[in-house]
């Protein structure tokens, strides 16, 4: 190693006894746990706690096993809050939006 003195055996054999480090006031550096692993084993750990959740409640009585019955009187509308952004929203913006802009691009070019 390049941080390393090396100090010879006396004269007669000519070959190296042992490496000692050249200043041992340095603190060693301690190699920190990569932050990939930290999330695999979150993942890992959450999918056990869901795992181990869903296998205690197989044989409770709160599975439902049939559609609910509908309610005697239905309210005319209830009002639901739909997501703006949703896949198909994505979706079509991806694909629309470079479309649109190639397409202007060779148009421009024709003139």
């Given at each position: 190693p390049p941080a390393t003195l090396q100090q010879p055996i006396p004269p007669a054999t000519?070959?190296?006894?042992?490496q000692q480090p050249m200043d041992a006031s340095k603190p060693e550096v301690e190699l920190s746990t990569p932050?990939?692993?930290?999330?695999?084993?979150g993942l890992g750990l959450g999918y056990a706690a869901a795992a181990a959740g869903a296998y205690g409640r197989q044989g409770s009585s709160r599975m439902v096993r049939a559609a609910e019955g509908k309610p005697a009187v239905a309210a005319a509308r209830t009002p639901v809050a739909y997501p703006?952004?949703?896949?198909?929203?994505?979706?079509?913006?991806?694909?629309?939006i470079p479309t649109v802009f190639f397409l202007g691009a060779i148009s421009s070019m024709q003139f």
């Open positions: 000519g070959t190296l006894l042992a932050w990939g692993a930290c999330v695999l084993a703006i952004f949703t896949f198909r929203w994505l979706a079509i913006h991806a694909l629309t």
